[in-house]
């Protein structure tokens, strides 16, 4: 059974920093262009940034762009976010995701083949 399992949530202040993990399990991590999509209270869940298998190329929403970071370490199997300058609007249960074989990275959820179960972060004014 594939296992996506993040970590690194929590509360912070506005304009704070932190950094999310997601470890992935029982597939060849190579091979799954990985994204962060992230569901804010009330809203529906959103694309956030994906990284090719590589690494060479990554997506932002416009949102978070300047602010998050995506990479990835496909030794330990790991993709991260480090997001920076964190505003309230930044809360949301965040989640990886990984799509098989892709050759680009997609915005729609659906594509994707594996999800986590989710890390909240929580960002106080």
């Known amino acids: 059974q594939v296992q996506l399992v993040e970590s690194g949530g929590g509360l912070v202040q506005a304009g704070g920093s932190l950094s999310l993990s997601c470890a992935a399990s029982?597939?060849?991590?190579?091979?799954?262009?990985m994204a962060w999509f992230r569901q804010r209270p009330g809203k529906e869940r959103e694309f956030v940034a994906g990284?090719?298998?590589?690494?060479?190329?990554?997506d932002y929403i416009d949102s978070v762009k300047g602010r998050f970071t995506i990479s990835r370490d496909n030794a330990k199997n790991t993709v991260y976010l480090q997001m920076n300058s964190l505003k309230p609007e930044d809360t949301a249960v965040y989640y990886c995701?990984?799509?098989?074989?892709?050759?680009?990275?997609?915005?729609?959820?659906?594509?994707?083949?594996?999800w986590g179960q989710g890390t909240q972060v929580t960002v106080s004014s």
């Open positions: 990284i090719t298998q590589s690494g060479a190329s990554t």
């Open positions: 995701a990984a799509d098989y074989d892709s050759t680009r990275i997609w915005s729609q959820g659906y594509l994707y083949n594996y």
């Open positions: 029982r597939l060849t991590f190579s091979r799954y262009v």
